[in-house]
Every structure is written in structure tokens, then in C-alpha cells.
């Protein structure tokens, strides 16, 4: 299958994370499940007028296409014109162009959240109008509409992250080729179940601290950030503690907060990103699947069980209480 | 006038990039330069909680995240009156330089390197191994540098949780410590990327390419053995005369990079035919030739209007001088200011290409050995981020060296909210349109006297010189 990626109102870094994946050759195990990167902004050789010849034959469908990537979100102001991004060299919307390929591309990847659901890129009073492809924050219609269905009989596929992992992207894109994700494989906002059904908070490092309700109150504290520092683990659609960043990271793994960038409006959740709303000093933002009264009630008790070695490490950046080693685990009482 | 085309997309830039050009005898006579991509960052900002610029900014970019985050964590401590504790400073420092190093490693092999497969030099002696080794996607040199990318940025997994995107950098320092095993770690995976660039591509000790002090050497060095990737290069270099090829201003700017407890690792200022102080107040950005409502101002005083209908513009990028001057940045301009000999004698005849991805490897071979020290000097027990609290009212700036020049937050808090926000980013200086006085910027000077080439299309040359600035198109506009 070839492969056309095309960039518009996003910056580029799920591109530079995608170059970032854990394979020995990156573009030889796309090459290799049958991938074939037709043109990409970062990685290919074709400049100017060579990148135009070739987009007009897709878009004339002189030649089929695949797979059409598109990165960044779709800006389509000012006034509808789509004028904050006209492709260099061609004075023509960048709108205009990724409607004009949709139609002609077996399966349309949105890939990150700008993409996917306008992202950062709608933040704030959304000056150039900006929305995903199919998406417009969790509402469907963006700029293909809530209809819309590619050749190859897929949604947009939204393989949503601010910035993707590589993994994401890499897994999405083989399984496409290997004919092994279909319209059942993606969640009610069109990412891929495989990472999208997870929970930020699962595999978190923090857990011990999550459990005890033991809270970091500072940066570079070790407590759960969840009750003061604005985190959204718990309740964010993706496999980041499992899949690892770069190595060994992850957002919490990196001492902030998860602003669950995988979600449809993560950008303006109408509060300060790394605090915790909270009403009679309860987070509002509680587990999704939790019933509210039982989850103060566990932490309550939990906060008042928390050992010492658990209070005090949270809120330090060191560990400053190790665990008890007087009685080692498999001797005798 | 003579004929008249337009070119875009540039690719293997970061973003989107149309250029201009005006031929008069079979020479570039103009060239105006188009960021065609408009996204609105500093007016998001507006009315935020000052801390949300630490999530918002990152994303300017996905490959001078970790300079943005940097550069915002600098003006909130400024603005808090606050200085970061040491092992902060320390963190902040790598953070910074392994992004530098990723994207000089990056820049050269993916981005530059390959248009020197193209056709048009099939003709040329290098030309078999050059396809070989640099033809994009297909060439055998991603084989090794991606994967060495990849392994380096694993730091940025510990030091910063991920890359790009990271909220570890704060004002007060980081919010990741680094336990005695991770230090480890860290100084592990610097010392596996020293002995890639050492064997793969440099062709020697690092200490050895950082200690040329001329061009003269540095023939004479590369003369000597086969040198790697940049052997490969300084030989096309000198076959092409890349060293006469894209001559820009001649005047150089640097914020400074790596501000370590002691002060930066390379110090900041003006080169203008020698060195210069910086005077900040010195910075507007002019908007004559931009898509921008208002009239010249500081950045302390600017604003960010979008008029895409305005006449007589061609670029969404504002034009930055200093006291009315076109300024190049980048990493020549780094270590032409931070007074590296190899650097200064590279501009004696003017800056170039060659002289510009020169200055990157060599930046790469004396900034490494520095990071190895650096992470030795994190001290596990001690803080790594300082308290602080926020003001109500107060200003501040945060100036950094991104891999591709210098970039400056102007920050102001007003009743707790952010109230202004202003930066010019590195590209934003390189390819800025002309000035109310018709200066063109950087690049479009660099254009002028080109030859053209032989069909209507631009000549490859131009896609040498566009890129030896490694642009960051994204960033420039913002």
C-alpha cells in the first residue's frame, strides 16, 4: 500500500516521535508490511513542484491511493476561506486539498489529536477556526463530516495523542496493511481499541500513592498527582504506563500531570492544566465508572491507613522513608 | 523585470515553506519568502493561567518542544523572581542539548544530506555513494542514525518523561528527579551516542573535531582519514563550493545556550564583524510585509493580529531586527559568538552553507563531552525543583538557543492571568519578509545571485541553501 502524509495546522511532532520508534529500522518493517511512502513532509526527496505533479495525480486518481496521513488540524478560517494554511507552491487551501484526496484514498489516518479533533490548535477562541477530519472537538462533522466513510469502507481512523506515540502509529498502520483492523476495532471516537482501552492510570508508577490517597503537592514530589497537581489518568484512553515513552517515560513517569491529550478537547478543559478542580475540596474529576460516594468513602479510609513510609515519600522528591526491611516477605512469622 | 516563479512545498523542513524568486540575467535577483501556515498561539494564551503556557507552548513545535518549554519555564521564573536550584539548572541544560543534538543529527542526515542524491549530480564522482548512503527513506544511513536518535532520546524518557511534548521543565527546576541509578543510565546512553558519532559520524574523538580551529585544519583533517558522514560532506562541500553558496547577513545573534550555574556554556551576543553586546531593547519586530494588523514594536509591547487581506504582505511571519538590523541565527551564529575559532575563521569570508553544517557537527563534538560531565554533576540527594509562587502582576523573558537559533518568550502576568504573550523563534529571524525599509531578511539576501537553472524549475542549489538554515517553519510563525 502507498502512503501519502501531508501536514497542515499541527507542529510536527508526531512525525518527530514517530521517527522515535523502539524498531532497528523503522522504515524498513513498514517497507516490509508492505508500506510504501509515497511522500512525506520530513522524509522525502520530492520538493516543490515535484510534490504538486504528484498530488494532482491523486487527486485526479490517475493513481490510487492507500493511505492518506494527515497531521495537524484542518484550519478553516478566516471566513471559511481556509486561507491560515495554503499549501506552499500552490496557493490552494489545505482544505480544500485533504477533501479533494479523501475521497480518492482508501483509508484517511488522522494522526494526533489536532488531526483527529482539532487538538491544540482549537484552543482558546479558535481563531483559524480549526477542526479534525472527522471530528470537531467529540461532536461529529469536522471537515469531512459525520458521514464520512473512505473507498476501503473505514471512518476516519484517529490515532488521537498530543503527540502520538510511535507505537500507536506504527501498529495502526501495519494492521491497515495487514487487513486487520476494521470500523469494530475502533472506540466511539474512532481511535484503535488496541490502545484506546486502556487507562493512563493503569501500570502508573504512582499507584502505591493513588491507592493511600497520599498526594503530591509540589512539582518533582513522587505523591499521585491526581488530587492536587491536575492529573487525568484515570480517566484517559490510552496504554501510556504499559507502552512506554522513549525507553522508560511517560507523562507521570516525567513528574507531570496526564492532561489527557488523547481525548476529544483536552486543550480547554476550563481549568489551569496542572490544578485539580475540586468542590468541597473533592475532585470533581473522579474515575469515570466510580460511583462519587464510594470513592470519597475509600478515601477516607485509605487516607487514614496510609503508612508513614507512603505519607511522607509523596511528598518528597527522594525517597526519604524505604520500605520496612526488618521482616523480610517469605520467612517464617 | 525578469521571469518570475514560485516554489513550495519545501519539504524536509519542519512545516510548511514557499519562496518567491525573481531571475534577471539568468541570476536570483529577489527572493520573498512565504510561511503560508497561521495557527495563533500567542492568542490562546491570552487569559490563561500562567503555569497552562507550560503545556501550550511545547506544542508550538514537535522539534524545538523542549526549547519552548524551556524558554517558558525562564520567563515564569523570571516573572516569579525566582532562581531554579542547581540540579534543575542541570536538568534543564540536557534537556535542551539532547534535543540539539538529536535535531543536528536529524537535520543533517535526514533533512540536508539527500538532495545531494538527487539526479542533477549524477554526473559527480560522490554521486554512486551519495545515493547509496543519503537517497531519502531508501539510503543505508537511516539504518544507523535513526536508531542512534532514537537510543539517545531515550534520555529524554528519563529525564523528561518523553519527547517531544515534555512538563517536566518548570520554573523552579525539574519535576523529575534522577535517582544514582538513573544517573547511570543517563551517562550510559550519552556515552553510546559518543561512540556512534565517533565511529559513524565524525570519523574521530570527538574532543579531536571540537579542538579544529580553522578551515585550514580542517581540510588537512579530513585529508587525513576517511572521516564518516562528515568526510562525505566536506568533500561534496568543496566539490560544489558550498563554501561561497548562500551568504546571508555576516551579522550574527545568540541569546547564549546552557545556562549552568556558573553561566552558559556558550555565551551570548552580537557578532558584527566582532563581537557586540546585546541590547534587548533593541529587538521589534516590524510588520509591513506580514499578514499582521499594528505598527513596529518590542515584543514586551506587541501583539499578534491576523489581517489576511492586508496589502502589500506576502508572509504570516513578522519581521524581527535589532536596532533595525537583519540578523542571522543558528549554530553558526552560536559558536561565532561563543568565539570557537573554526567558526569565526568559516565566516572571514562570509557565512555559506557549508560554513552553517559545519558549524553543527562541530557543535555536536564540544557540546557531548560537556553533557557527560553534566549529568555527573546531578547530585540525587539534593532538590531538583525549587517552590515558588506565582505573582499576580509581573513580566518576564526567557531566552534560549533552540538547535536552530535563538528564541524568545516575552511574558506578562496581569490579576493572576497571562495578559501578553510574544515570541520570535529562531526561523522567525532567518526567514523573515523584508522591513518597512524593503531589508529582506536572511534568507531572502542568502537567494540573491543564485544561477538559475537550466528548466523553469528552481535550481537545486536553492534547495541547499533553504535548508542549510535548518528551518523550523512551525515555529516561525506560531
Known amino acids: ?333 | 523585470m525578469g521571469r518570475r516563479i514560485v516554489v513550495g512545498p519545501f519539504n524536509r523542513v519542519e512545516g510548511d515553506l514557499e519562496v518567491a524568486l525573481e531571475f534577471e540575467q539568468d541570476r536570483i535577483s529577489a527572493a520573498y519568502v512565504n510561511s503560508p501556515l497561521f495557527r495563533g498561539f500567542e492568542q490562546m494564551l491570552i487569559g490563561k493561567h500562567p503555569l497552562d503556557a507550560l503545556h501550550f507552548v511545547p506544542r508550538i513545535c514537535g522539534i524545538c518542544s523542549v526549547a519552548q518549554s524551556a524558554a517558558a519555564s525562564m520567563a515564569l521564573a523570571q516573572a516569579a523572581g525566582l532562581s531554579p536550584c542547581e540540579n534543575g539548572r542541570i536538568c534543564a541544560a540536557l534537556t535542551q542539548a539532547i534535543e540539539n543534538l538529536a535535531d543536528h543529527l536529524s537535520h543533517f542526515v535526514l533533512f540536508f544530506m539527500p538532495d545531494f542524491a538527487r539526479a542533477d549530480y549524477a554526473e559527480r564522482a560522490w554521486s554512486v555513494e551519495a545515493v547509496e548512503r543519503y537517497k531519502a527513506i531508501a539510503g543505508s544511513a537511516r539504518r544507523e542514525v535513526v536508531p542512534a536518535r532514537t537510543r539517545l532520546l531515550e534520555t529524554m524518557g528519563l529525564l523528561a518523561g518523553r519527547w517531544p511534548h515534555t512538563g517536566s521543565l518548570q520554573p523552579g527546576g525539574s519535576a523529575r528527579p534522577i535517582d544514582a541509578s538513573e544517573r547511570l543510565r543517563l551517562y550510559a546512553l550519552l556515552r553510546g551516542f559518543r561512540a556512534f558519532l565517533e565511529r559513524t559520524l565524525l570519523g574521530d574523538a570527538l574532543e579531536a573535531v571540537a579542538a579544529i580551529d580553522s578551515v585550514g585544519s580542517l581540510r588537512a583533517w579530513a585529508a587525513a582519514a576517511p572521516r564518516g558522514d562528515f568526510g562525505r560532506f566536506l568533500r561534496i562541500a568543496d566539490d560544489l563550493d558550498l563554501w561561497r553558496l548562500g551568504r546571508a547577513t555576516d551579522r550574527y545573534l545568540s541569546y547564549g545556550a546552557y545556562l549552568l550555574p556558573e553561566g552558559p556554556l556558550y555565551p551570548g551576543g552580537v557578532w558584527d564583524g566582532g563581537p557586540r553586546p546585546l541590547h534587548l531593547d533593541a529587538i521589534a519586530e516590524d510588520v509591513s510585509h506580514a499578514w499582521m494588523g499594528g505598527d513596529t514594536a518590542r515584543p514586551r509591547d506587541g501583539s499578534t493580529v491576523p489581517m489576511p487581506d492586508k496589502p502589500g504582505a506576502y508572509s504570516w511571519c513578522k519581521a524581527p531586527r535589532l536596532a533595525g538590523e537583519v540578523v542571522e541565527v543558528g549554530a553558526l551564529a552560536r559558536q561565532v559568538v561563543a568565539g570557537h575559532p573554526l567558526a569565526r575563521d568559516m565566516i572571514r569570508h562570509g557565512g555559506s552553507v557549508a560554513a552553517r553544517v559545519v558549524a553543527r557537527l562541530l557543535e555536536m563534538a564540544r557540546t557531548l563531552p560537556e553533557m557527560e560531565r553534566w549529568v555527573m554533576r546531578l547530585q540525587p540527594d539534593e532538590p531538583f525543583c525549587a517552590e515558588f509562587e506565582l505573582p499576580q502582576d509581573a513580566d518576564g523573558v526567557g531566552l534560549v538557543e533552540a538547535a536552530r537559533g535563538s528564541l524568545g518568550h516575552w511574558l506578562s502576568i496581569r490579576r493572576g492571568r497571562i495578559a501578553s504573550y510574544q515570541i520570535i523563534a529562531p526561523t522567525t529571524w532567518n526567514f523573515s519578509p523584508r522591513d518597512a525599509a524593503g531589508q529582506p531578511g536572511a534568507l531572502e539576501q542568502a537567494l540573491v545571485g543564485v544561477a538559475a537553472g537550466a528548466d523553469r524549475r528552481a535550481p537545486v542549489s536553492v534547495q541547499h541553501i533553504v535548508r542549510s538554515f535548518d528551518p523550523c517553519m512551525v515555529c516561525t510563525v506560531h
Open chain 1, 1 to 333: 500500500m502507498n502512503l501519502l502524509w501531508l501536514q497542515s495546522g499541527g507542529c510536527g511532532g508526531c512525525s518527530m516521535s514517530l521517527l522515535c520508534h523502539e524498531s532497528a529500522d523503522l522504515f524498513g518493517l513498514l517497507a516490509d508490511a508492505g508500506i510504501e511512502i509515497a511522500w512525506h513532509p520530513s522524509l522525502s526527496e520530492a520538493s516543490a513542484d515535484e510534490v504538486l505533479d504528484q498530488l494532482a495525480v491523486y487527486e485526479r486518481g490517475e493513481q490510487p491511493l492507500d493511505m492518506l496521513c494527515i497531521e495537524g488540524a484542518l484550519l478553516r478560517g478566516p471566513h471559511g476561506s481556509g486561507g491560515f494554511h495554503r499549501l506552499a507552491g500552490s496557493g490552494r487551501p489545505m482544505t480544500e486539498i485533504v477533501r479533494s484526496l479523501a475521497q480518492r484514498a482508501r483509508y484517511v489516518i488522522a494522526v494526533g489529536s489536532c488531526a483527529a479533533y482539532g487538538g491544540i490548535t482549537a484552543a482558546g477562541a479558535n481563531l483559524t477556526d480549526a477542526c479534525g477530519l472527522q471530528y470537531e472537538d467529540h461532536l461529529g462533522g469536522g471537515l469531512l463530516g459525520a458521514d464520512f466513510v473512505s473507498r476501503g469502507g473505514m471512518p476516519v481512523i484517529n490515532i488521537a495523542g498530543c503527540p502520538t506515540h510511535p507505537g500507536w502509529v506504527v501498529d495502526s498502520l501495519m494492521a491497515l496493511s495487514l487487513g486487520q483492523l476494521t470500523p469494530r476495532d475502533l472506540d466511539p471516537v474512532g481511535r484503535p481499541r488496541f490502545y484506546a482501552d486502556r487507562l493512563v492510570h493503569h501500570g502508573c508508577p504512582r499507584n502505591e500513592f493513588y491507592e493511600f490517597k497520599a498526594s503530591a503537592e509540589q512539582p518533582s514530589q513522587q505523591g499521585c498527582l491526581m488530587e492536587h497537581m491536575g492529573c487525568k489518568g484515570t480517566r484517559a484512553h490510552a496504554d501510556c504506563n504499559t507502552r512506554l515513552w522513549n525507553g522508560s517515560g511517560s507523562c507521570l513517569r516525567g513528574g507531570f500531570a496526564c492532561i489527557a491529550c488523547t481525548e476529544p478537547g483536552f486543550e480547554e478543559p476550563g481549568h489551569p492544566l496542572s490544578q485539580t478542580p475540586k468542590i468541597a475540596g473533592i475532585p470533581i474529576g473522579l474515575p469515570l465508572d466510580m460511583p462519587k460516594a464510594w470513592f470519597v468513602a475509600l478515601g477516607a479510609l485509605s487516607k487514614s491507613a496510609t503508612p508513614r513510609r507512603v505519607r511522607e515519600n509523596a511528598v518528597s522528591f527522594r525517597v526519604e522513608v524505604p520500605p520496612d526491611s526488618s521482616k523480610p516477605p517469605g520467612m517464617k512469622p
